[in-house]
């Protein structure tokens, strides 16, 4: 079982910069594939990052791409999202979540989730 925690949501204008983190209990950190997702209101949940176990590949959606990055420390069983140059569009609730068998970053493949994390971008 693991629970995730994330932080470092926000308000920030257009062009600005936020880092996310999300705090991971439990020795077993190393063996989840992690993800950041958001959601927008009366949207679906979509896929933002992943990283493998070990942090040698990492996934982006291509709307973010060049934009942020995804990172993980085990030692410290976190994982961060670092968002540059944010667009109103990024605006959602920011949800980490961990897999246990790194195969796609479906939705529905996730096996733990986080609270989320509101970021709110203004013009």
């Known amino acids: 079982q693991v629970q995730l925690v994330e932080s470092g949501g926000g308000l920030v204008q257009a062009g600005g910069s936020l880092r996310l983190s999300c705090a991971a209990s439990?020795?077993?950190?190393?063996?989840?594939?992690m993800g950041w997702f958001r959601q927008a209101p009366g949207m679906e949940r979509e896929f933002v990052a992943g990283?493998?176990?070990?942090?040698?590949?990492?996934d982006y959606a291509d709307s973010v791409k060049g934009r942020f990055t995804i990172s993980r420390d085990n030692a410290k069983t976190t994982v961060y999202l670092q968002m540059n140059s944010l667009k109103p569009e990024d605006t959602a609730v920011y949800y980490c979540?961990?897999?246990?068998?790194?195969?796609?970053?479906?939705?529905?493949?996730?096996?733990?989730w986080g609270k989320g994390t509101l970021v709110t971008v203004s013009s």
């Open positions: 979540a961990a897999d246990r068998d790194y195969g796609d970053w479906a939705v529905t493949r996730m096996d733990y």
């Open positions: 439990g020795r077993t950190f190393s063996t989840y594939a």
């Open positions: 990283i493998s176990k070990r942090g040698g590949s990492t």
